[in-house]
C-alpha cells in the first residue's frame, strides 16, 4: 500500500489566453512574461515539497511552466520531467486558433451547453476522460511497482495526511477541469470539509493548483484506488502579490 499526494498545476498565461483564444492541441504558444512569473510564483508556492515524479503535457506551454517550477524548487532543481501525451489539453477541432466567442455561438446554434459541445474535429469530454483515465493507470502502476521494489512507505512529515511520496503534474484548463470532475464524481473522492462542489468543479486560473491525497493498494486485477482525498482546488493564493500584466 502507498499513499501520496497528487498536486495539478495548469500552465501559466499565454498570450492566447489573455485574448481568450482556443488553444487546444493544434496550438502550441509559448508562456507570455505574465505567465512566466506566475510559474516563479507557483514554483515558490511549491518550492518545499520533495516531488518523486513529475509528469507534464508535451506542450510547449505546460513544459515551459514545469521547468520554471523545478527550478525554483529546493528539491528537484534538475530532475527530469515524463512528457506524457495523455495530459495533453482538450482538443478543439476547426475552433482552435479561434476566440471563446466562436464556440459558444456553435453551442448555441447546436442547443448545447458551451462546456458539452463538441465543436467538428474535436475531442468529446468521455474522451478526454478515458485519457485520464489511462494516465492514472499509467501513474497508479508506476507508484506501486516503485513502492514494491523500495520500500519505501515512511509517513512524511510535512503535513500531507500521511503521504509517502508526491506526485506534480501540469497540464491544462479544460483537461485539469475533466480530471478533477472524474476524481470528486467517479472516484468518489472524500470532500473538503464545508467546501460545496460547485466550487471545487470552478475553472482552473492559469498555474491554479488543485491537491489529493490518494492511497493504493494491490490486487490481483492490478493497482487498486483504497481511499482518496480532496485537499482543495484552484489554489491561486501565490499570484496575489504579482504586478499587473502591462
Do not use: W
Request: charged fraction near 20%; proline fraction near 4%; hydrophobic fraction near 35%.
Amino acid at each position: 500500500m502507498v499513499t501520496f499526494t497528487l498536486t495539478f498545476i495548469r500552465h501559466g498565461e499565454t498570450q492566447y489566453n489573455r485574448d481568450k483564444l482556443l488553444q487546444g492541441q493544434g496550438v502550441d504558444t509559448p508562456l507570455s512574461e505574465t505567465g512566466v512569473q506566475q510559474s516563479k510564483a507557483v514554483g515558490r508556492y511549491l518550492t518545499d515539497i520533495k516531488f518523486c515524479k513529475v509528469f507534464v503535457s508535451n506542450l510547449q506551454r505546460a513544459v515551459q511552466t514545469a521547468e520554471i517550477i523545478l527550478r525554483n524548487n529546493t528539491h528537484c532543481s534538475g530532475m527530469e520531467m515524463i512528457l506524457e501525451p495523455l495530459l495533453r489539453e482538450r482538443g478543439f477541432g476547426v475552433a482552435e486558433g479561434r476566440h471563446k466567442e466562436y464556440l459558444r455561438n456553435m453551442a448555441k446554434a447546436a442547443g448545447q451547453s458551451c462546456r458539452d459541445f463538441t465543436p467538428p474535429g474535436g475531442e468529446t469530454l468521455d474522451q478526454v476522460k478515458q485519457r485520464f483515465k489511462n494516465f492514472l493507470q499509467v501513474l497508479f502502476k508506476q507508484m506501486l511497482d516503485e513502492q514494491e521494489m523500495t520500500g519505501d512507505v515512511a509517513s512524511s512529515s510535512d503535513g500531507h495526511q500521511g503521504a509517502s511520496a508526491h506526485v506534480l503534474v501540469v497540464s491544462h484548463g479544460a483537461y485539469i477541469r475533466v480530471a478533477v470532475r472524474h476524481l470528486l464524481e467517479d472516484l468518489r473522492c472524500v470532500l473538503p470539509a464545508g467546501v460545496k462542489m460547485s466550487q471545487l468543479l470552478s475553472p482552473c486560473p492559469n498555474t491554479g493548483v488543485s491537491r489529493f491525497v490518494v492511497t493504493l493498494s494491490q490486487s490481483e486485477s492490478g493497482p487498486l484506488l483504497s481511499a482518496a482525498r480532496c485537499l482543495f482546488t484552484n489554489r491561486k493564493e501565490h499570484l496575489e502579490n504579482l504586478p499587473p500584466p502591462e
